[in-house]
């Protein structure tokens, strides 16, 4: 990543490395500049403190508050499809279990819980709110992987967070 420092006071569609400056006492699109880059909401809100714009400054803080808790909530899904591909491999094809297979169980596992840990509001719930869309993608992502269909169509919470998978 690239350093940028300067001294320089920056204007309007000024362009800065690769960020833009967006505005200067007018209106931020939060949520628009949210989409784009994280980085460049702090940067935005450092300088509407800077200019004492606190109220400009609290907007953005609570749309990237919520930016990052999207992120953390896409990062759970991408987790969960992953553990639950992984199983559906292991019920469908018991030939081809491997270590390989049974450490990807665990670090997913280990992985949304970690995420939990560090973004308490995503609790069983959420997981719950999502199971089946994150099913269906999971076998999808197993079925490519294994060049077959499933006879798998669902999963218990017990299969997927509580089972223990060892070879033998």
């Not at 992987?145 to 669902?154: A, G, R, V």
């Amino acid at each position: 990543m690239k350093k940028i420092e300067t001294d320089d006071e920056l204007q309007v569609g000024q362009e800065l490395g690769s960020l833009l400056v967006r505005s200067q006492g007018m209106g931020v699109n939060w949520a628009r500049l949210s989409a784009e880059s994280h980085y460049q909401v702090a940067v935005e809100i450092e300088r509407a403190l800077l200019q004492g714009d606190f109220d400009e400054a609290e907007a953005g803080i609570k749309e990237l508050i919520n930016a990052l808790g999207r992120s953390e909530k896409r990062a759970l899904k991408s987790q969960l499809v992953r553990l639950m591909s992984h199983i559906v491999k292991w019920k469908t094809q018991p030939e081809r279990r491997s270590y390989g297979w049974i450490a990807s169980i665990y670090n997913a596992r280990e992985e949304i819980g970690d995420i939990q840990g560090e973004t308490p509001s995503l609790t069983s719930e959420v997981i719950e709110a999502m199971w089946g869309t994150c099913l269906r993608a999971a076998i999808r992502e197993a079925e490519g992987e294994m060049n077959q269909k499933s006879t798998i169509s669902s999963l218990s919470w017990q299969e997927v967070f509580e089972e223990q998978y060892d070879i033998g």
